[in-house]
Structure formats: structure tokens, C-alpha cells
């Protein structure tokens, strides 16, 4: 806890700082969101829940794979699941106009990758439904998961 405290401190000096002297265009933003995503792990860490999939599948091989099919790299409010090798989500926009993501978390095993896959709605747009698990399901994000990767050997598959 003495470390989150330290790197939470530590980012609020380095922003009032920037603010006050006009330095942001020299702030080392590299560490700035090193120290973040340190932050991030030790508050918001939890273990994995859910179905998983396991494919035969490298890392950066399944990076590119979700790149393609439009997943971003991990979004700077989501939880840090323990040991996890990729955290992606993609964006959809609903007819309503409201937003939902795929999201995909995925851990190298000895046989590949094991993808822990959901769709929910978008934090940005609806913070307190999203904790809320408001239309949230394992469902839709397993079924997404399947079809991308449906050209990959799937290895095994289960629950957390």
C-alpha cells in the first residue's frame, strides 16, 4: 500500500508541476505512464473470473489477429487481472447510439493463449452501469473470441 500511496503522490506532484511552470512539454510522459500502470496493478488488480478459451496461438501472433478484427490495447481504467499477457477491447456503437465493448484478456500458457472474453457496455459513456454489469455477458464475448480466432486450433476451454 506504502507504494501506491508513493507513485499516487508522485504523479500529482508531476501534474501540478506541468500545470503551474508550463512544463509539459518537457514531462518524461514514458515514465508518467510507466508509473500509472503501476498504480493501476497494485489498486485495481483481481484474479480472472469467467469462461476462457484456450487456442494455439502465440502472444503477438494474437495481438495482431484482435489489431486486425479493431481491438485497442487495454484502456487505462480496466482492472488488472493477475499475469495477464494481453487485455484489448473493441468499440461498438449500438442503433440507440450507445456504445458497447468487447473485451479480451489472455494469458500465455504451455499450449498457447487462454482468452477470458465478455461484452459490456462502455465505461466512458456509462461509468456506474458498467460496474454495475449492466448488459454485461460472457455469452456475446466468447462467441466474438470464436470467430476470430476460428482458423486457430482451439485447445481446451473451461471456467475460471
Not at 59 to 66: F, G, M, Q, R
Not at 89 to 112: A, C, K, M, P, Y
Not at 128 to 151: P, Q
Request: aromatic share 14%; proline share 4%.
Amino acid at each position: 500500500m506504502r507504494t501506491v500511496v508513493l507513485l499516487a503522490l508522485l504523479l500529482l506532484v508531476v501534474y501540478v508541476a506541468s500545470r503551474r511552470y508550463n512544463l509539459t512539454k518537457h514531462v518524461p510522459w514514458h515514465l508518467v505512464k510507466y508509473l500509472f500502470q503501476q498504480f493501476r496493478r497494485r489498486l485495481y488488480e483481481r484474479p480472472p473470473n469467467g469462461p476462457w478459451l484456450e487456442y494455439d496461438i502465440e502472444v503477438d501472433t494474437a495481438h495482431e489477429v484482435l489489431a486486425k478484427n479493431h481491438f485497442a490495447n487495454w484502456h487505462k481504467l480496466s482492472y488488472y487481472v493477475r499475469g495477464e499477457d494481453l487485455n484489448m477491447r473493441r468499440i461498438e456503437t449500438l442503433e440507440d447510439g450507445d456504445f458497447l465493448q468487447s473485451h479480451v484478456r489472455g494469458w500465455e500458457t504451455e499450449n498457447g493463449m487462454r482468452f477470458s472474453p465478455h461484452r459490456e457496455l462502455d465505461q466512458v459513456q456509462h461509468p456506474n452501469r458498467h460496474l454495475d454489469r449492466e448488459d454485461f455477458s460472457y455469452e456475446l464475448g466468447v462467441d466474438t473470441i470464436r470467430e476470430i480466432f476460428d482458423e486457430y486450433e482451439l485447445v481446451d476451454e473451461g471456467e475460471w
